[in-house]
């Protein structure tokens, strides 16, 4: 497994940087998804099953963001895509700098969907522009359906909300028609996929819509 340490980035214009790369990577046909949520939300889990039902049409690739170890990348060898730890020397998110320079330590000439698993939090990520053609934002039902009350610059970045764990709704207090109606009031364009990584409900939905942004 390789782990590329990544420390802030040089260029004070995230912004422009993340343009460039977003440019780029369309050019070279890579569609370059940036997922991002709160520790332990699923992230990992349904990234496994989405690249397992979807391999027979797709090479993926995935870089894991993390303060330290390499598990999540292991995960994702394991079950046979190209992947990468990218430690963040202590920060709490990817810029479009320490994107790109993960990207290349990748390499990723033959693959057409990558997936970055950003650091998980619900604050710092939504902030930086990576240079992702998509946001994709993970919320799991234990987490509460009040979260788009507290964190709502994400849910308002975000091109998709994929709601995960529905198999534990029984278990929570989690009222999904609440939580719609929050994350719509901040942003009405968001598309929201109620899923389950475990009993793969609701996967088929979220993957045509995955399908759909490659197509475009
Ligand atoms: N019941 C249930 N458990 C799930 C589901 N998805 C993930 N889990 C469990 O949630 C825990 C965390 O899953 P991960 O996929 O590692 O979460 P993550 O967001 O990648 O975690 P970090 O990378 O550490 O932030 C594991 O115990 C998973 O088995 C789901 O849909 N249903
Ligand atoms: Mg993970």
Redesign the pocket.
């Known amino acids: 497994m390789r782990v590329i340490e990544l420390n802030k980035s040089i260029t004070a214009s995230n912004d422009a940087d993340a343009d460039a790369l977003r440019a780029a990577l369309k050019e070279q046909g890579i569609l370059l998804v940036n997922i991002m ?12 099953r989405t690249i397992m039902d979807m391999r027979d049409r797709h090479q993926f690739g995935v870089m ?1 963001a ?1 303060i330290a170890s390499d ?2 990348a292991l ?1 994702i060898e394991k079950i046979g895509a190209k992947a990468i730890q990218a430690h963040t020397d202590g920060m709490c998110h990817m810029d479009a700098g320490m994107t790109e320079r993960a990207l290349t330590a990748m390499g990723c000439d033959e693959l057409d969907i990558i997936f970055l ?1 950003n ?2 939090n619900l604050i710092c990520p939504a902030e930086f522009d990576t240079g992702a053609a998509k946001n994709v934002m ?1 919320l ?2 234990p987490e509460g359906d009040d979260k788009p009350l507290k964190y709502p610059l994400m849910f308002e970045k975000s091109d998709a909300l994929i709601i ?5 709704m029984d278990y929570f207090d989690f009222s999904l028609d609440k939580c719609k109606e929050r994350v719509l009031r901040l942003n009405p364009d968001i598309q929201i996929f109620p ?5 793969g409900e609701g996967c088929k939905e979220w993957e045509e819509w995955l399908e759909e942004q490659v197509q475009a």
Request: glycine residues 10%; hydrophobic residues 30%; proline residues 3%.
């Open positions: 949520s709160s520790p332990g939300s699923g992230k990992t889990t349904l990234l496994e894991e993390d598990v999540d995960r698993e650091v998980g993970i799991s039902v995960t764990k529905i198999d534990t899923v389950s990584a475990v009993t």
